[in-house]
């Protein structure tokens, strides 16, 4: 793709948005950017690309801005306003930041994507071949913005990418050489119009691959296992529920992973991440990490260490016997379920925040079954509360503080606090990283108050 002298419109000026314009302008193009927030907001990082004529429109997207350019490019997250399609349909080319990272790119990629487990996947992948020594690099949503390697990317490198719907709707060629679909359920409603917009997106991963690349599905998910029947890649199953022979699944406690090349038996017991969810995470990880060859003694070593992500089902400490937890990046219904049912029971769970469209009676059964009490906080509470209305015993908190002082005079030696939201953490917090941080604070401060009064 030239970009010498075009006029690029870049939506949205985050850390992605920025390094767009970086590279953008080491090929000579001709950079505007368009953000909704005020410049106010912004801080000191538009005063250097001011300097560098980069224009700038802020507090607003105008209509007349988007039809303008030779072509657009999207930070992610950017939702499907109006201006876009607007500029679609007159003819200028709109696409993702990953799109343009990918024509300039030299390496291979791995993609992941899903509705929950893509940071932990990604993550557990890069430490393997990190390992393994392979020049191996984080990008997408966790890590750096892949348009970052797209200027001094070589041959030699592996870029393992955490794929958003957002990223993934506005492709034209971006082709990863392993591609995994963890699992779909219901999210970003909030942002796509409905569920199969999110659901074509997040498909949009294999959309361009060949019979030389790798596709990893789930086979437990019917909404993904039935892609095996329209993707051109060679297809690798993992399943907590079937027995594949190539491929990965669950059988009397161990995991099996087997592409022809190589064999991983892996003992659960030796695991530290909780639940059936982070198993299946493992599988997909373990499954990539054997396309590429990697010794079983490598896998092992990482997969047997591998304590987790800070805000995914993080253990903060233990008060009084009362353990807390955690899983700020809980940020969906079906994320929460899989929090649950990663405890047996005598759960105090804390639930809420602003409302991502999600269907909360889902919670139903699960709570039911493993949560002794429920604390409610945020823009979604009544919501919640009317969803789970009869189930347990249910209080408001104004705030995470109150939230976690009420979860620990509720709860008894043996007993799990659990912070596992379902919603989005914008109605209270920058983003689900502070939400988690506070939680944690907060647990701090309770425990040195404590100890203060002993």
């Known amino acids: 793709m030239e970009l010498k002298n075009k006029k690029v419109l870049v939506v949205g000026f985050g850390k992605t948005g920025e390094a767009l314009v970086k590279f953008l302008l080491s090929r000579n193009a001709k950079v505007k950017v368009s953000e909704i927030k005020k410049k106010e907001e912004m801080g000191q990082r538009v005063k250097k690309w001011l300097s560098e004529n980069v224009e700038f429109e802020f507090g607003e997207h105008r209509e007349e801005t988007f039809l303008k350019p030779d072509l657009i490019v999207l930070s992610p997250g950017v939702p499907p306003i109006p201006q876009i399609e607007k500029a679609k349909r007159s003819g200028i080319k709109v696409i993702s930041e990953i799109e343009l990272a990918f024509q300039y790119l030299k390496g291979k990629i791995i993609g992941v994507t899903g509705s929950n487990g893509k940071s ?237 469209h999600g269907d909360f009676t889902k919670l139903r059964e699960e709570v039911n079954k493993r949560v002794k009490k429920l604390i409610i906080i945020g823009e979604a509470k009544e919501k919640i509360r009317a969803a789970l209305e009869g189930s347990v015993p249910m209080q408001y908190a104004k705030s995470l503080g109150e939230a976690v002082r009420i979860g620990f005079n509720w709860a008894e030696k043996g007993d799990v606090v659990l912070l596992a939201p379902a919603c989005a953490s914008f109605d209270m917090f920058d983003n689900f990283e502070h939400r988690g941080r506070v939680f944690k604070e907060e647990i701090f401060k309770l425990k040195e108050e404590l100890s203060k009064n002993v």
């Open 120 to 356: 932990t996947t990604t993550t557990l992948i890069y430490q393997i071949l990190k390992e393994a020594g392979l020049k191996t690099y984080l990008a997408g949503n966790i890590g750096f913005p892949l348009i970052s390697y797209a200027s001094s990317s070589s041959e030699n490198d592996i870029f393992v990418v955490e794929l958003s719907s957002f990223q993934l709707k506005y492709i034209e060629k971006f082709r990863p050489n392993i591609a995994i679909f963890l699992n779909i359920t219901p999210d970003h409603l909030d942002w796509h119009p409905d569920f199969n917009d999110y659901y074509e997106s997040k498909k949009n991963i294999f959309l361009y691959q060949t019979s030389e690349d790798f596709a990893i599905l789930n086979a437990d998910d019917p909404k993904i296992w039935i892609l095996r029947n329209e993707i051109s890649a060679e297809v690798y199953p993992f399943s907590r529920k079937k027995k594949f022979e190539r491929g990965a699944y669950i059988e009397n406690e161990y995991i099996f992973v087997s592409t022809g090349n190589s064999k991983v038996k892996l003992d659960t017991k030796n695991i530290l991440l909780r639940g059936p969810h982070n198993q299946e995470n493992i599988m997909a990880s373990v499954l990539t990490a054997s396309l590429l060859r990697i010794s079983e003694k490598i896998v092992k070593k990482i997969i047997y260490n591998f304590k987790g992500l800070e805000h995914r089902l993080e253990k903060v400490t233990t008060i009084n016997g009362i353990e807390f937890y955690n899983d700020s990046k809980a940020t969906n219904v079906d994320a929460t379920l899989k929090s649950l049912q990663s405890f047996d029971e005598n759960i105090i769970l804390i639930l809420g925040g602003r409302d991502k």
